[in-house]
């Protein structure tokens, strides 16, 4: 197999986000791969030519472009310099957070991914991650969360970058799943210095109420079952907040702002 095809992978992994499955690598056949017998051959000269960047997680393989940071070609900016270039302070203190939580809980993730900041899509998440955009996981973070410091923003990058961990390692990235729950409940100790004991469903519980049209002999029920909240147990939307919910009041609180130029 001749190199040409892992230099165009590395190039189309580049240019993807920084990183991709397999299964994105075949469905969009990446630099002229069509069939698992190529990417195969493939990626044994990927790994010969650029060891280590061939991580599996989860139910799937991840291909991490070559790390090019100490790439000297004029033409090149990194996502790193250029969120610092548009964002200055902002971007610095978002890529640092990255770096920090990348090496505390996602160390499958890529060494960078594209981190923007501005207005998100729908106007009350403080941030989002686009996990089906064509280039990769993107995050974008709320300009105006930055006013809250430091450790607000830092939560913010952890739960989006649990959306990113999730969809590289092709689990379901929804809040209300079995993935997201299980992930929550093995990272909590690390981010939040306790376990979380969570299950999905578990707040919500079956109950048997009266019926109203019940009536002696008009062939009708005498009670009917309906879900209730459970109030024993932790929330979904608490889960799905994870993990701003579970920091104890006055966390964020007297935190010095973070400078975030906009438009």
Known sequence: MSPA?????AD???????????????SRHAAGIRNADQLAQVLSEYEARWPGRIN??????????????????????????????????????????????????YPQLPAQLPITI?????????????????????????????????????DIIAHELLHAWLYLADLKTDHNTDDW???????????????????????RKSVRVPNPDW?????????????????????HDEIARWPHSFRPPGYYLNQPAIRCPTY
């Open 215 to 235: 009536e002696p002999g008009n062939g009708t029920p005498k009670t009917l079952v309906r879900k209730v909240r459970n109030e024993d147990v932790i929330q």
């Open 118 to 154: 501005g207005l998100t899509a729908y106007g009350h998440c403080v941030g989002l991650t686009r996990t089906r955009w064509e280039y990769g996981p993107r995050i974008t973070l709320f300009s105006p969360a930055f006013r809250r410091g430091g450790p607000y923003i830092r």
């Open 5 to 9: 095809k892992a230099e165009r992978l």
């Open 56 to 105: 599996t997680t989860g139910k799937a393989t991840i291909i991490l472009a070559p790390d090019r940071s100490q790439d000297n070609s004029k033409d090149y900016v990194s996502y790193r310099q250029a969120a610092i270039a548009l964002w200055q302070e902002a971007g610095t203190y978002a890529h640092d957070c990255y770096d920090e939580l990348r090496a505390l809980l």
């Open 181 to 203: 729950y299980d992930a929550v409940t093995r990272l909590s100790p690390l981010l939040l210095g306790h376990e979380l004991a969570a299950k999905r469903g578990a707040d």
């Open 12 to 26: 189309w992994l580049r240019a993807n986000g920084g990183a991709a499955p397999v299964r994105d690598i075949l």
